[in-house]
T-cell receptor, first 114, second 111 residues
Framework: NAGVTQTPKFQVLKTGQSMTLQCAQDMNHEYMSWYRQDPGMGLRLIHYSVGAGITDQGEVPNGYNVSRSTTEDFPLRLLSAAPSQTSVYFC?????????????FGPGTRLLVL | GEDVEQSLFLSVREGDSSVINCTYTDSSSTYLYWYKQEPGAGLQLLTYIFSNMDMKQDQRLTVLLNKKDKHLSLRIADTQTGDSAIYFCAEWGTGANNLFFGTGTRLTVIP
């Protein structure tokens, strides 16, 4: 199993550009989520999904869109990047909601918005 | 959201014990967790404790929970250089579908 994979590892964007951060897992996990990590602030939940076709907002959803067309993939879209979205983004998956003991994190995508 | 607080830095000498502290606000949290993040990597779940427990031990790790004071600690015995990392505590917020993370404590182990 590859676990949770994220691409790209690093990206530089200009303000106003759009991009999609990719996340995939091969463990047949139902629950997937996106977090952003900022210095001195820990991780904050952006969006999450409890299964294909079902998504919901987390703590800081503004400026981000998600979709879940398959169990394996959970892409995060930035429609119009802003410098405030400079951060490290982590995708995570687990077998079911609240099954934190089976939660796996991807290696992260470092995003810089100029 | 919930407020989970940690001190930002801790330095210890190799072989000593490390104690990383955390305070949280949601008294109805069912689970509390400790994660480890090594440089350039994602988070790895270290251990967790149910809210009806006071202590949990797992090899070199001891978790203490004081529900009255909403205080959680992680003790690492015989700290090694490989323990140098950022440690996050987290709680599952009641009524929410996500973890609330602390700011993280950067542990530096001095050889």
């Amino acid at each position: 199993n590859a676990g949770v994979t994220q691409t790209p590892k690093f990206q530089v964007l200009k303000t106003g550009q759009s991009m999609t951060l990719q996340c995939a897992q091969d463990m047949n996990h139902e629950y997937m989520s996106w977090y952003r990590q900022d210095p001195g602030m820990g991780l904050r939940l952006i969006h999450y999904s409890v299964g294909a076709g079902i998504t919901d907002q987390g703590e800081v959803p503004n400026g981000y869109n998600v979709s879940r067309s398959t169990t394996e993939d959970f892409p995060l879209r930035l429609l119009s990047a802003a410098p405030s979205q400079t951060s490290v983004y982590f995708c995570a998956s687990s077998s079911i909601l609240m099954a934190v003991e089976t939660q796996y994190f991807g290696p992260g995508t470092r995003l810089l918005v100029l | 959201g919930e407020d989970v607080e940690q001190s930002l830095f801790l330095s210890v000498r190799e072989g000593d014990s490390s104690v990383i502290n955390c305070t949280y606000t949601d008294s109805s949290s069912t689970y509390l967790y400790w994660y480890k993040q090594e440089p350039g990597a994602g988070l790895q779940l270290l251990t967790y404790i149910f809210s009806n427990m006071d202590m949990k031990q797992d090899q070199r790790l001891t978790v203490l929970l004081n529900k009255k004071d909403k205080h959680l600690s992680l003790r690492i015995a015989d700290t090694q250089t490989g323990d140098s990392a950022i440690y996050f505590c987290a709680e599952w917020g009641t009524g929410a579908n996500n973890l609330f993370f602390g700011t993280g404590t950067r542990l530096t182990v001095i050889p």
